[in-house]
């Protein structure tokens, strides 16, 4: 892998996904509000970033996994996060976070011209560290086809919401 991801929050599941995707290969910018928390990142490979527009590679992906909906919004209307994402980038925000964040989030980058992808997990660190994290994928199917080797380097299930409410959609009454 040579293309170049960011990721933002190296809280406890946050440092072990990205050090998964370092060992997959991809290449890494890192950013963490405490930066002594990308040391062991930065040491294996990864650039380290000193504001989250840093690690934002242009028409890239870049993935976040942060504590809530305030530290994500926070960080989606920093200086250069949506500029650097630019048309095509995509965001893949890998936290938990309530469906109007996530709603209002992908109008934003829609007006950007860029994707956003809500890709909460399941799991506990022990299965996070082995790569065997359940992921919920939800929002534009090119962009969820662009981010599947992403995905398979972190979990061991994606289950693609789309796909799954259009079956129960299906099912005759």
């Known amino acids: 892998m040579s293309e170049m991801i960011g990721f933002i929050g190296l809280g406890n599941m946050g440092q072990a996904m990205a050090s998964n995707l370092l060992k997959a290969g991809y290449t890494l910018v890192v950013y963490n509000r405490t930066l002594s928390k990308a040391k062991a990142l930065t040491a294996n490979g990864a650039r380290p970033a000193h504001q989250p527009g ?3 590679p242009k028409g890239g992906i870049v993935i976040t996994m942060v504590a809530n909906d305030q530290a ?7 200086r ?4 650097n994402l630019g048309p095509g980038g995509i965001h893949l925000s890998m936290s938990t976070v309530s469906p ?4 209002k989030l992908a109008q934003l980058h829609a007006q950007h011209g860029s994707f956003y992808l809500a890709a909460p997990v399941f799991g506990r660190l022990e299965a996070d ?3 065997q994290l359940w992921i919920c994928l939800s929002g ?3 962009a969820k086809e662009r981010v599947q080797p992403v995905l398979k380097s972190l979990g061991q299930g994606i289950f693609d919401l789309y796909a799954v409410l259009c079956r129960f959609d ?3 009454e």
Request: aromatic content about 4%; proline content about 7%.
């Open 54 to 56: 840093e690690a934002v």
């Open 72 to 78: 994500l919004e926070e960080i989606v209307m920093s």
């Open 80 to 83: 250069g996060f949506l500029e």
């Open 100 to 103: 109007e964040t996530s709603r």
């Open 129 to 131: 560290a082995a790569q």
């Open 140 to 142: 534009p199917q090119i």
């Open 170 to 172: 299906a099912v005759p």
